[in-house]
């Protein structure tokens, strides 16, 4: 980035770009949520902060990019629309006041049209955005056009690489306009392929089961048939099945909330059961029930018919405080899974995905802006793309989420594996479980080094399918060399990325661990 930006250094837009990708790489991962209208990308987004600060009507603010990311302060910070004219200053941004009504955050652009508004910047003191900036966009394939192409042309501009490092999509059937937005994400220049960034989510997936208690079991069923599709496993890494509404109910839980659940749980079972027949029996006055009808339909708003019957079957079950009954919804809602996935797909690579947008930023201008003097730029960026075993591993992950790999079944379902296709703990890439101690981590990981290295030694073996073995044990050396051994010095590790700036404690030590 040094050297890119010291060849473009006399011209000012080039450089201007090029700085903004440097930042990027000292700053957290960006993960965007997108989706059709209604898919529930504000109420996810809400239920993986823990707050309800993402609004979730159908306001004018819900037809902006919204970036929400931590700061220590509160600030809401509106950034208008640049002038047509290339001459004219780029207008000032302004502060929003901070309001919240029943707990709820609430934008007041004042007589500010979404059509004026290039984004909303929501800096706020929440441990979710520590180490993940999440950006709510407006619904795609919607039916006011204008809306529609403010989402795609912020996630997949034509010119440049998206300005999300990695997506959550929402979706509540896979229709072709799903496919086709997800398609348009992936970018399949060298090295860069949106299967190894963007995760897919069944949302609202207790409207599957029309609201009965298993409706996340039919959700679950469904959401593993669209993960042996061959067209979508091509294109995300995995499908979560949320119930984003019981989500973030469960993070957002108040003691007067939980009260209520309690008193409803006690109730008559014949009397509970036909209050919860419908939404509209639920929020009618009812004898025995200190709950004014008022407050009822609030908690219907927060969470749902399913979410209400599920609070009172766990309550029955035997749970009797709130935070108890707070952690085991967020976990029958999806959203522990889903969190993990983040973790374990996007927060795992966080400098890899980083790396790679920066890459390609810095290839695009290149290729639009060629130039004497930077043909030294152009071989170091060839070279970290070529050799960077990050890299190779995530075009491999790529080919094998595509067109395959040119391995028997099972030979390829554990490459996928190791190379990081289920997460990229030492653990998920050895199928073993995640308190495996460290010894049996090493022991599995020198039989897997050694069966693949017989394989890609043996002269049967064909030359792509030994290119991709090599692979594979590149990244047994690099579990390997991850692993403490008590009998042996640390291995020392060269990491062509270095260390990533701004990383949180854990993966500071994890890349202290890997570089001895």
């Not at 790999?405 to 990229?424: F, N, Q, S, V, Y």
Request: aromatic share 4%.
């Amino acid at each position: 980035m040094r050297q890119a930006i010291e060849a473009y250094a006399d011209d000012p837009d080039a450089r201007g770009a090029l700085e903004g990708y440097q930042r990027r790489l000292a700053e957290p991962l960006r993960v965007a949520l997108a989706g059709m209208v209604k898919a529930g990308k504000s109420t996810l987004l809400n239920a993986i902060i823990g707050e309800e600060i993402a609004p979730t009507d159908t306001a004018e603010c819900t037809r902006v990019v919204t970036w929400y990311r931590y700061r220590d302060t509160p600030r809401i910070t509106l950034y208008p629309v640049a002038g047509v004219a290339s001459a004219a200053p780029a207008p000032e941004p302004w502060t929003l006041p901070i309001r919240r009504v029943e707990g709820r955050l609430v934008f007041d652009m004042g007589a500010t049209r979404a059509e004026e508004v290039e984004r909303l910047v929501v800096d706020w003191p929440a441990k979710g955005l520590r180490e993940l900036t999440l950006i709510d966009t407006p619904g795609i394939a919607s039916l006011s056009g204008d809306v529609s192409a403010r989402a795609t042309n912020f996630l997949t501009p034509r010119d440049a690489p998206s300005e999300a490092d990695a997506i959550v999509y929402l979706m509540r059937h896979l229709h072709a306009a799903d496919l086709k937005f997800l398609e348009a994400f992936k970018d399949t220049a060298a090295g860069q392929s949106g299967t190894v960034n963007a995760l897919a989510v069944l949302s609202r997936a207790d409207e599957i089961g029309a609201g009965r208690i298993d409706s996340l079991l039919s959700a679950g069923e469904i959401a593993e048939r669209y993960r042996r599709d061959g067209t979508l496993r091509s294109l995300a890494l995995g499908v979560v099945p949320i119930a984003g509404l019981l989500a973030q109910g469960a993070r957002t839980l108040r003691q007067a909330e939980f009260t209520a659940l309690l008193e409803l749980a006690r109730l008559d079972r014949s009397e509970r059961e036909r209050m919860l027949l419908s939404a509209d029996r639920f929020a009618r006055p009812a004898a025995g029930l200190k709950a004014v009808p008022e407050f009822r339909a609030a908690l219907l708003e927060r969470f749902g018919l399913f979410g209400i019957r599920m609070s009172t079957a766990l309550i029955r079950g035997g749970i009797s405080e709130p935070t108890a009954l707070a952690h085991a919804l967020a976990r029958r809602s999806g959203l522990d899974d889903l969190l993990g996935l983040m973790s374990g797909q996007f927060q795992a690579r966080a400098a890899q995905l980083k790396a790679r947008t920066t890459l390609a930023g810095v290839e695009a201008l290149l290729r639009e802006r060629p130039r004497a003097g930077t043909e030294r730029v152009a071989a170091m960026l060839e070279r970290i793309q070529a050799g960077a075993h990050e890299f190779r591993e995530l075009r491999l992950l790529a080919t094998a989420r595509t067109t395959g790999l040119d391995l028997p079944k099972e030979l390829a379902a554990e490459a996928e594996r190791l190379i990081g296709g289920r997460g990229m703990l030492p653990a998920l890439r050895l199928a073993l479980p995640e308190d495996t101690p460290a010894e049996a981590l090493r022991a599995e990981a020198l039989a897997c080094l050694r069966r693949w290295r017989t394989l890609a030694e043996n002269p049967m073996t064909d030359r792509s399918a030994a290119e991709a073995c090599q692979i594979v044990v590149r990244s047994c050396e690099a579990i390997l060399a991850g692993l403490p051994d008590a009998s042996a010095p640390r291995p020392t590790v060269r990491l062509v990325l270095g260390t990533e700036p701004g990383v949180g404690a854990g993966q500071q030590a994890d890349q202290q661990r890997r570089t001895g």
